[in-house]
């Protein structure tokens, strides 16, 4: 178990939120909290969002307060995602930020997702082409060039082939 993981603990979904020595601190959506050991019975870690789900950055809007709800219109309907279901903030308190979503919500480049603000505000967050999780944003990043020396560029020139 770690910071970040959505567990089921008594028929509920609760995230990670913290680690005090063995114990660790436990959220579910309502704001309730609790204290567990990770062998107690019952705990049943379900993932780590952080590495399995893609995620996108929301604006981040200090006054609005922190992210309550996502919505997205598809076919004329308003779709709400479930929270710790579908979709899980980085930060619960931060108004912003990266936000994990469940990939089997099938978000699609050019979607527009609807953040909801604690304080009735909107932000939106376009799906953009960069979308995925951090291991696939990882293999699409290109390796760097040789960084190489001045002496080395000029040994390689052609011109000064020895013979």
Do not use: C
Not at 28 to 52: M, S
Not at 68 to 75: D, G, H, S
Not at 97 to 108: E, M, S
Not at 123 to 133: D, H, K, L, P, Q
């Amino acid at each position: 178990m770690q910071i970040g993981d959505l567990v089921s603990f008594e028929k509920t979904r609760w995230q990670v939120e913290s680690q005090q020595d063995h114990l660790f601190v436990i959220r579910a959506w309502d704001g309730q909290t609790k204290e567990i050991h990770p062998k107690d019975l019952g705990v049943k870690v379900l993932l780590h969002p952080p590495t399995r789900w893609p995620f996108v950055m929301a604006p981040v809007r200090v006054k609005d307060g922190p992210i309550v709800k996502l919505t997205i219109v598809r076919e004329g309907k308003v779709w709400m995602f479930e929270p710790l279901i579908d979709w899980v903030p980085a930060d619960r308190v931060r108004a912003g930020g990266a936000i994990f979503i469940n990939p089997t919500t099938k978000l699609k480049v050019g979607e527009i997702v609807i953040a909801h603000h604690k304080s009735n505000r909107m932000a939106r967050i376009a799906i953009t082409s960069s979308f995925g999780s951090v291991a696939q944003r990882q293999a699409r990043v290109k390796p760097k060039p040789e960084v190489r020396s001045v002496y080395d560029r000029v040994m390689d020139d052609d011109l000064f082939d020895e013979t």
